[in-house]
Every structure is written in C-alpha cells, then in structure tokens.
C-alpha cells in the first residue's frame, strides 16, 4: 500500500552507504560530559586506535582543552567557540553531533551543513520547527550531506562509532556485544526501544553492524527507508530489522522499496502502536509523529502492508524477536552468516565517583571542614541553616561567631565582634594599609590588587598585635606577673610589648575607640581581669613615655581573652587554640578591609592619576 503523500526516500536513497568508519571523528557542539565520557569508553572497548572525538564547540567560549578519559589514559580535547574555527582546526571530523536547544538547533545545523568536512550533522534536540527541518533537510540534500533527527539519541556502528549517549551506559554496551560488528542493520524511530532491541539482536543473532534512531519528530532528516536502502548496499549486512510506529507514512516507503525489488535482504519489521485501536479517539503518543491519523497511518494498517510486500512481521512485539530469531538461523543454514570471533575488550576503568558509590575503593579525604556545609538542599554554618542565619536576629557577628568559633555566641559577644569591626574599618588614609591601597588604586590597579596591597601591610606593626597582645597578656596574667615585671622583662629582652603605645595618640589625646572598647566590656562582661591588669600595666608605661598607652590592638586583645574566660563556651584548651592559631587579628583583617575598599573606590570614582611620592619629603643620604 501507497500514499501519495510519501516521497521522501522513494525510488532508491540518496545516502551514501556508509557513514561511519573505525577513523570517524566528531565536533560536538554544546557538548555534555557524560556524552563524551561515553563515546570515548565505547572506543576503548571497541579498540579504536584513535578517539572519536575530534573537538568541542562551545559557543562564546575562549577556547582552551577539555580532560576526558582515553581507557586509562587521560585525554585533552580542543575546545573552539565556533564551528568554523573548529572545522578548520579539525579537518578529518566529519560528524557534526549537535546539543543545541530546539531555539538554536536549526543555525547551528546549518552552519555545520555548509562546512565541506562535515558529512553527517546529528541533532539531539526534540520539538525543533517543523518549517526549519525541512529547510534543513533541503539543504542537506542539495549538498549531499546526512541528517539523523531530530528528535534522536543518534546511531551506532557496533565496534566502530558512537553517536553521543545511543546505547546507554558502558554496562549496557557489553551486554549487547556492541564492541565487536554483527551482522544485522537495524533502524528505528524511537532512541529507547533502540535500546531494548539492540539485547534482543545480541540474543537473537550475532548483534548489529549498525543501529539508527532517525527521530521521533514529524519530519526527520533521514527516514527508514533511507536507511534501509543503506543497508542494502552494504556487504557486511546480511538482514535488516525495522522498528516503526504509528503515524505517518515511513514505512510505506519500505514497502514500496520491496515491491519494486530495491531491498531483497531479509526483513524483518514490527509497526509499534496497534493499542491506539481501543482508544475511540484519536492518540498521540510520545515522539511528535505518533500521532494516530487516518486508518492507513495506523500501526495494524502499516504491518498488514509491510508482510504483504515481503517482510516477515510478527502478531505482536512480544514475538519479534522469535522471528528475529528465526530469520536469522535461515540465514545460518544457508552459509550467509559465520560464527563471530568473539573478541576480549579490554577492561574499561571505573570512573572514581562509581567506584565510591559502588563501595568499591576506598580515599582519604583532601580538606577537613567543620565550620560549614554545602551538600544537600541548602547551605549551613556550624549546622545552623542558612534561611535561618538570614533572619533578624542575626548579625554579622553571629556569623562570625558560627564560622570562626562553631558557636551561636550570646548577644553580648556578637555585638562585641561587630562593635571590633566597625571601630577598626578605617583610620584616615595616611596609615600605611590605606596609603598602600591608595598608591595601587592609582596606578590603576584592580580593586582586589588595591585591596591587598593594603592587607599585606598588616603585621606586627600595624592592625597586626591583636594576637600577639593576648599572648603576652594572658601568659603575664596567668604567671602572676606584676606590671612592672611584666614591662621591665619585655623590655630586657628587647621586644616591644604588643597593644602598648601609639604614633599619633597618647595619654592627653586619648583615642575615643579604646574608650567605647572599655565602656563596652565594664558594662557587659561578667570579668574584665584582663582589661584590668593592660590598664595597670598602662600606667607603669605612662610613666616612660606619654605615648606608650593601651592601644585599640592592645585593648581588643585583652578584651578577647575576657569574653573567651568569662563566657563559659570555651575550655582552657579551646581558648589556648584560638590564640596560638591567629583567630584575633581576623577582626583587624575583615574589619580594615572595609576601610580599604573605600579608599580604592574613592580614588578610582575621583579619576586620581599615578601618585608620586614629593621629592622635598625624601632624605636622600648618599
């Protein structure tokens, strides 16, 4: 049976027989891991010499290499950002395997069309414009090229080529034996049952030389008789197998290829979709084109006429493979098909993640974290959920406290941290961090290049003593020390004693933040024994020099070692590491660092040139 409407493909197949060889190589445009992680394992165990992936598009990109695995060996791949570039680059890929959306699928195909290395042009994407594939398919005939889709997972030459993700996992591909050539041409629309029907062949025969998905949309590039008409010409096939649907009129190509004599291989076929009979309208089932129309385009109508022409189709799909089956071991007792050499594949490398899922090896870790978690629906500090870190009641000393100390610390402290952050965010841009900043701000550099030069400054002698304050203090406190011991043996030893004096400030020009600092603490700590004992040792100091006062470094120290003894959320131990780690000056870094931002911002907002330094204010000793 015929229709009218049917001419794509009729009177013999304008594709070439083969389209793929053991040296084929693709472009793969938009390209997803696990597809090309995929055609190189199947290379692996089909024993290509070469990978069959040439190069990846991406468009917009900047180019550069892409790691994958070659069997145990680890491969670089070309990235390019436009066909062209990649098509020039890799002059021996000729398939153009394309992930574009169904928005974009349409340019790129055509682009790739056009490119003379280019022979084969497979387009992932379902729901592509029924307009824009049949200009596609226009174009691809005028050229002479092969389109398979859209709508498809693409096609396999067993133990030769790989399009993409056909044929599944690594796992499924051994089961099939699609590592080593069959013996039997198998086309269909549906990329699943593709699938299914590449075990039944590897069960019912020696397995495919080459399987297609033309596609489930309304208008594919290729059609199954194209293909069938392919497999024809090809010594290597000695049967064909035909999986349809309901919907169109495809398959009357077939048919109209066996009564004119253009297919005398054997064929075996089976028209999915008889179930639409029940249904009292009409059904459209997945793919775009199973759609039941009128009765000629039903999957009953389709298989009557397709066993009236010649191929062997059985009552339903659960004996397809019986006929399978049957019409190959005809082919067998005629000598038309040998035994294959079951070849040994070599053993493919689990990838690292399956082996740990698979409980199969075992690694230790490279980082340790306990202060946050990124894993599952949603991010959390110290265990405390992030919406729930969001909320009022939580400032950014709460934050700090989850992240540095793995605690929700009393309100009190919190406020403390932050009241640290605000008094040490700037001092004028003549101390050395800002003035750092602010020469590389106007060299024009970047804001994190201006950002740390300023940071780099911070040490012992500038926003650097917080730690080394505390140090000195705890360990005078805890040794009993008087203050003029204390003073007197930092002195013999010829260090000065960090928190203690100050350039600019001094005992008649007090520093307004050490006095909000003290306020502060009388007011909310359950203990200022530290606070105390820096402020006796001030006053033996007041009397060397009218400078040497507790500075803001000096007194955030002390303070620290007040809140961390008096809280009660620390042991001795914890209190011992937060010091000798280094978390203290942590508030001067953070703190500063907003300071220093604003300086770069402000130089760069007031266009300031390159800054020089004024000879007149240089010594030059020479």
Not at 80 to 98: T, W
Not at 193 to 200: A, D, F, H, K, T
Request: proline fraction near 4%; glycine fraction near 10%; charged fraction near 20%.
């Amino acid at each position: 049976m015929t229709n009218s409407n049917f001419n794509h493909g009729s009177h013999g197949s304008n594709l070439p027989a083969r389209l793929f060889t053991k040296q084929s190589q693709a472009l793969i445009y938009n390209y997803k891991e696990a597809a090309v992680q995929r055609m190189l394992d199947f290379d692996n165990v089909s024993q290509r010499d070469t990978p069959s992936v040439g190069g990846l598009i991406h468009p917009g990109s900047d180019g550069g290499m892409y790691k994958a695995f070659f069997g145990f060996k680890e491969l670089v791949i070309p990235v390019y950002n436009s066909i062209s570039e990649a098509c020039q680059q890799c002059p021996n890929a000729d398939v153009f395997l394309n992930f574009a959306s169904h928005r974009s699928a349409y340019q790129s195909s055509l682009l790739a069309l056009r490119e003379p290395s280019i022979q084969t042009v497979v387009i992932i994407a379902e729901g592509v414009p029924e307009n824009e594939a049949r200009s596609l398919i226009s174009v691809a005939k005028k050229l002479g090229k092969v389109i398979i889709g859209p709508a498809t997972v693409g096609g396999i030459q067993a133990g030769c080529f790989k399009i993409g993700n056909t044929a599944g996992t690594i796992d499924n591909i051994m089961a099939c034996k699609l590592y080593r050539s069959g013996s039997v041409g198998f086309v269909s629309k549906s990329g699943g049952l593709s699938n299914e029907m590449y075990n039944v062949l590897s069960r019912c025969t020696d397995g495919i030389y080459e399987g297609i998905a033309i596609g489930g949309d309304a208008f594919p590039g290729s059609t199954l008789t194209d293909h069938a008409l392919r497999y024809e010409k090809l010594p290597e096939v000695k049967m064909i197998v035909i999986l349809g649907e309901l919907g169109g009129w495809d398959e009357y190509g077939i048919v109209d290829a066996l009564k004119r004599g253009e297919i005398t291989k054997p064929i075996c076929a089976w028209v999915s979709g008889t179930v639409a009979k029940i249904f009292p309208t009409e059904v459209q089932f997945g793919h775009a084109g199973a759609k039941s129309g009128g009765e000629s385009e039903s999957a009953d109508a389709k298989n009557n006429a397709l066993r009236e022409a010649g191929a062997v189709v059985p009552t339903s799909f659960e004996d397809f493979s019986n006929v399978i089956a049957a019409t190959y071991a005809k082919l067998e007792v005629k000598g038309l098909v040998k035994p294959v050499e079951e070849p040994t594949p070599p053993e493919l490398p689990l990838d690292f993640k399956t082996a740990v899922k698979a409980g199969k090896v075992r690694k230790p870790t490279s980082i340790i974290s306990t202060i946050c978690d990124d894993r599952g629906d949603e991010l959390s500090y110290a265990g405390v959920p992030i919406s729930e870190v969001c909320k009022e009641q939580y400032n950014m000393g709460d934050v700090i406290g989850l992240l540095w100390f793995k605690r929700k610390l009393p309100p009190y402290a919190s406020k403390f941290f932050e009241m640290c952050l605000k008094l040490v965010a700037d001092h004028g841009p003549c101390v050395s961090g800002a003035h750092n900043t602010i020469v590389a701000a106007r060299a024009g550099k970047d804001l994190v290049s201006s950002l740390v030069s300023g940071l780099l400054t911070i040490g012992p002698r500038f926003g650097g003593a917080i730690d080394d304050s505390a140090r000195v203090f705890q360990d005078a406190v805890d040794n009993n020390l008087q203050p003029s011991q204390f003073v007197e043996g930092m002195k013999s030893k010829g260090k000065r004693i960090p928190g203690i004096g100050h350039l600019i400030k001094s005992a008649d020009e007090i520093d307004k933040r050490v006095v909000l600092l003290k306020d502060y603490a009388f007011t909310h700590f359950s203990s200022t024994k530290y606070l105390e004992y820096a402020l006796e040792v001030e006053k033996y100091t007041l009397q060397k020099a009218n400078n040497l006062i507790l500075n803001v470094d000096g007194c955030i120290g002390v303070l620290f070692l007040d809140l961390l003894h008096s809280s009660g959320l620390f042991t001795q131990h914890e209190i011992k590491d937060i010091i000798d780690v280094g978390y203290l000056n942590g508030f001067f870094i953070v703190g500063r660092s907003v300071g220093l931002i604003g300086h770069a911002l402000d130089q760069r907002r007031n266009k300031q040139g390159l800054y020089r330094h004024q000879a007149d204010d240089v010594h030059y000793a020479l």
